[in-house]
């Protein structure tokens, strides 16, 4: 069981790891719509995941009545991750994930109604600390301005949703399986919509769109093993671990500028994250 527990932080580690190198090239790619960005993120995710589940000898045949969750991955996935990259362009990087991270609570309320996990009273006030600091990082100012950070904030809700879902899929497939089908099936969402928002990229954005894609599906896959070695409410805490690597990236790659409100924000996030953590272990 340790042993288990163990692989599932060290993936949801990597997994923050390349979800935040993915949002750094979501940046740099530049003035392309979010859907294009989306779309060729898949795009470029697909034959690599499907590179990677043929050389494993992974199955990819899905019963036909477990297709609905996987198109219903495939939704909540184009949503959260749609929104975060509006966030990021937005926002900056690290504001958008400092956001992303309130994922987790999400996580646990969705998994606690869909999934039938226990819900204990202590994480009211947790829920409570983490929605605090997200305010430090949205800084509420009831204007226009407002709205990036807003959508950042339904970037985490709707990947909460998302992620209880890869929760339930992996009693039913492997992390390859799920991650394939999630492109393919966001690759069909999108395609109607490129077509009012395509613009030609530069040969420099085609290398960042690559690498989205290459980045975003070695998060997915480490994620999705993450969740298939653990219970989420034992897992996720590890994936605070991007706070951190977006900031430093953001600094020293995307030279956005130093927030200390955004910084408190995203301490508090993962206060009420390792209090969560904590409790459930001595519960468990």
């Not at 009545?65 to 966030?87: N, P």
């Not at 690290?94 to 226990?118: D, G, M, S, T, Y």
């Not at 769109?209 to 653990?230: E, H, M, N, P, W």
């Not at 805490?237 to 924000?265: P, Q, R, T, V």
Request: glycine residues 6%; positive net charge; charged residues 10%.
């Amino acid at each position: 069981m340790k042993s288990k527990k163990t692989q599932a932080a060290v993936y949801m580690i990597l997994s923050a790891f390349f979800i935040s190198l993915m949002g750094t090239a979501v940046k740099l790619t530049g003035d392309l719509s979010a859907v294009q960005k989306l779309f060729f993120r898949n795009i470029f995710m697909a034959p690599f995941v499907l590179a990677f589940a043929l050389q494993r000898k992974t199955p990819l045949r899905i019963k036909f009545k477990d297709q609905k969750f996987l198109i219903l991955r495939a939704i909540t996935g184009v949503l959260g991750v749609g929104t975060m990259i509006y966030a990021i362009d937005n926002i900056g990087l690290a504001n958008a994930v400092i956001l992303k991270q309130l994922f987790p609570f999400f996580v646990i309320i969705c998994a606690c109604i869909f999934l039938h996990e226990r819900f204990y009273l202590f994480q009211i006030p947790v829920l409570i600390i983490a929605l605090t600091g997200a305010l430090f990082v949205i800084k509420p100012s009831f204007n226009i301005n407002i709205i990036p950070f807003l959508v950042g904030l339904f970037s985490a809700l709707i990947s909460g949703a998302a992620f209880t879902i890869v929760r339930h899929l992996r009693k039913i497939a492997y992390p390859s399986t799920i991650v394939f089908y999630y492109a393919i099936y966001s690759i069909i969402i999108l395609l109607p919509f490129l077509f009012f928002s395509f613009k030609n990229p530069t040969s420099t954005q085609w290398i960042f769109l690559v690498l989205t894609g290459i980045f975003g599906a070695l998060g997915q896959l480490c994620l999705t093993k993450a969740y298939r070695c653990s219970e989420a409410s034992h897992v996720t805490i590890y994936n605070y671990a991007g706070i951190f690597f977006a900031f430093l990236l953001g600094i020293f790659l995307l030279s956005e500028e130093f927030d200390w409100l955004s910084l408190l924000g995203g301490i508090l996030i993962i206060i009420a994250g390792i209090i969560n953590f904590v409790y459930l272990r001595k519960k468990t």
